[in-house]
């Protein structure tokens, strides 16, 4: 079965960088992308970005270019997303999530996820 | 600030029917549909509708979702308590290309 496991909590101070982990089981990993979303506690959903598998390509959110910088290992299923020059906003639980098409369908506009990782909380605090 | 705007919470009785919108724009919505997701607390979120529509396998026929002009709907019929979740609505918007959601629906039954 698919499964898409995150690294640990983490807790960081302003200024800091973070990087989360994504290791994806139960497909072939180069088959389909992942976006990352986060959460901040109590509040919605946000978009980062999305990476491509198979070539590493990346899309990310305005908001964030310059600041996080998603990279992909196939030897080893694994995604990454790293966001550097943490603020206290950036307290948030960050998810990946598996494109719900396969790639050979997926143009440069990623589908929605069907899969979710389980969710890295990363607190950003002095 | 969401890109997509939903209601904040919607409340109906049990075996009712909830229909839940989501207003963009022609840049999101209105060209390119929206996903459903439904997020009980604690939990990841979990795809409940592409945006053509269609169902993922393993999804009840309880939820519907249906598109007009630049506003997606989620019907769930026949509520259940085990439907209390957040909803969120999603779509790509072309003129940021980003992936934009919703602020999620709080629903709530009786």
């Known amino acids: 079965q698919v499964q898409l496991v995150q690294s640990g909590a983490e807790v960081k101070k302003p200024g800091a960088s973070v990087k989360v982990s994504c290791k994806a089981s139960?497909?072939?990993?180069?088959?389909?992308?992942i976006s990352w979303v986060r959460q901040a506690p109590g509040q919605g959903l946000e978009w980062m970005g999305w990476?491509?598998?198979?070539?590493?390509?990346?899309i990310s959110a305005q908001k964030f270019q310059g600041r996080v910088t998603m990279t992909s290992d196939t030897s080893t299923s694994t995604a990454y997303m790293e966001l550097r020059r943490l603020r206290s906003d950036d307290t948030a639980v960050y998810y990946c999530?598996?494109?719900?098409?396969?790639?050979?369908?997926?143009?440069?506009?990623?589908?929605?996820?069907?899969?979710w990782g389980q969710g890295t909380l990363v607190t950003v605090s002095s | 600030q969401a890109g997509l705007t939903q209601p904040p919470s919607v409340s109906k009785g049990l075996r009712q029917t909830a229909t839940l919108t989501c207003t963009g724009n022609s840049n999101n919505v209105g060209s390119q549909g929206a996903a459903w997701l439904q997020q009980h607390q604690g939990h990841p979120p979990k795809l409940l509708s592409y945006r053509n529509n269609d169902r993922p396998s393993g999804i009840s026929e309880r939820f519907s979702a249906s598109r007009s002009g630049n506003t997606a709907s989620l019907t769930i019929t026949g509520l259940q308590p085990e439907d209390e979740a957040d909803y969120y609505c999603s779509s790509w918007d072309s003129s940021l290309s980003s992936e934009v959601f919703g602020g999620g629906t709080k629903v709530t039954v009786l």
């Open positions: 999530a598996r494109d719900s098409l396969h790639g050979l369908f997926v143009g440069t506009i990623p589908p929605p996820a069907d899969y």
């Open positions: 139960g497909y072939t990993f180069t088959n389909y992308g």
């Open positions: 990476i491509t598998a198979y070539n590493g390509n990346t």
